[in-house]
């Protein structure tokens, strides 16, 4: 039934799929949603090239575009997320539904690659991710850092780079960076592998956000890939006047396999 | 004397380096240069987002910005080019030396990878790039053509794709591709292998810029790579208004080693 992208977007845009899409038509890519005012767009999508590792750029609309014309073609961004949230002078102000009436001709719609990308690919390379792999309502949330490495700024756009946490064992680990090194659009090589405090984590079992992963032997390593909640934590650690977003883990389907943004 | 991309700077800064830019302080990623008004900005950076082959951005400044601090700290955008060309109305008006008369608050620099990065690569893989491995009176301009592959346009950005030749021994072909995978910032993998008419060139020894590079055997097989003559091409086809770039072959010289843009 909701098994293409379409269908998803199409189930979601009638109001009949208002959930997290974890799971939800597996090997599509899903993306982060970032819209902003014109007046803002150079300088994030400036930060976006500056920061590919946080902020890898699928497609950019043009402003006031409500189609993804290259990676969803007969989408509507303004209904098919399943939940939107609006950040004013970086506070989050209100969720919503569809964005019928917040849009505006001036906005610049930007999707940002999602981990669940690159997390389909360790799981292929039989790398095991138990957060995932067990029974829909065992399932966690991965957890996320904040870290002491600055992103790079660009205009108003500046803060820390948050990272996610994956536990992996010590024969996999030069494996899970070599698959993940072939995903660059989805965050690709980890940016640190073993002691979190190295990179400003003070404990690797109390995530700033998501769900601790305590690990379930000594023969794990825990490796840190760059997020895409960072984006969000920079632009509302920036004040940004203006932004929407989608809500965490309701995430926009394109059309794109995952294997579409593999380099090799 | 000129080994390295700083000093190289300082030699064209202070007139006493005016020459093409080929072969100069090995090892150093060398750019193209375009500079646009900001009001063309945003959409010339989402022209480069849709079309990463051709348009590879190693840096942009920021308005006004004539530093390029994240890849050549010291250096100024406005004479360290050994020489520029400037485009009104989608016509070459003018060439100078430097850009100080030239100058404006609003202008925005695109730094852009450049194949002299690969090229390397290739020859250390131990495959043969007769036009360069030569001695310097005999070498030749890498031979490109027009394509009938469109570029993804991107507000008032649009036109063919350019693309430049090599002849690869076919023992080899699978290895080139291989070692320019890694240089997704230099223009990355080939777009194609073999029979050219297949992407519009009627005639693989009758480059449209650059020289022609007849293969001297027949075990040689043209492999075509998206090229950084590209994004001017597009700005002329589109009638830019005004930009300025550097004049081909003259090229800015960062402090970025060829193995920083490596991506695995």
Redesign the interface.
């Known amino acids: 039934m909701l098994e293409t992208a379409s269908e998803v977007r199409e189930a979601v845009r009638s109001g009949r799929f208002r959930q997290p899409t974890a799971g939800v038509a597996g090997g599509y890519v899903q993306t982060n949603v970032v819209i902003l005012p ?1 007046d803002l ?3 994030f ?2 930060f976006c ?2 920061n590919p590792k946080p902020c890898p ?1 699928i ?2 609309l ?1 402003p006031g575009q409500t189609e993804a014309r ?1 990676t969803a073609p007969g989408s509507d961004i303004r209904t098919d997320a399943p939940r939107y949230r609006v950040y004013e002078s970086g506070q989050m102000s209100a969720e919503h539904d569809n964005l019928a009436e917040l849009w505006r001709d001036d906005l610049v719609t930007f999707l940002l690659g999602c981990s669940f990308s690159f997390e389909q690919a360790l799981i292929d390379a039989g790398i095991a991710l138990p957060y995932i792999q067990c029974a829909p309502e065992l399932r966690r949330n991965v957890p996320m850092f904040n870290t002491n490495i600055e992103t ?1 700024s ?2 108003p756009f500046a803060g820390p780079l948050v990272v996610s946490q994956r536990w992996i064992p010590s024969a996999q680990v030069v494996r899970a960076v ?1 698959v993940t ?1 072939r995903f ?1 659009g989805v965050h ?2 980890p940016i640190h592998i073993g002691d979190g405090s190295v990179i400003g984590i003070p404990d690797p079992l109390q995530p700033d956000y998501g769900d601790p992963w305590p690990p379930s032997s000594g023969d794990l390593v825990p490796l840190y890939w760059a997020c895409g909640v960072t984006p969000q934590a920079v632009a509302l650690a920036s004040g940004t006047p203006f932004m929407i977003t989608h809500a965490p883990g309701y995430m926009f389907l394109t059309d794109l396999r995952d294997q579409d943004l593999s ?2």
């Open positions: 014109k767009a150079f300088e999508l400036l090239q500056r750029v497609e950019v043009e290259l790079v660009a205009g070599q090194s660059p690709g090589a380099v090799f």
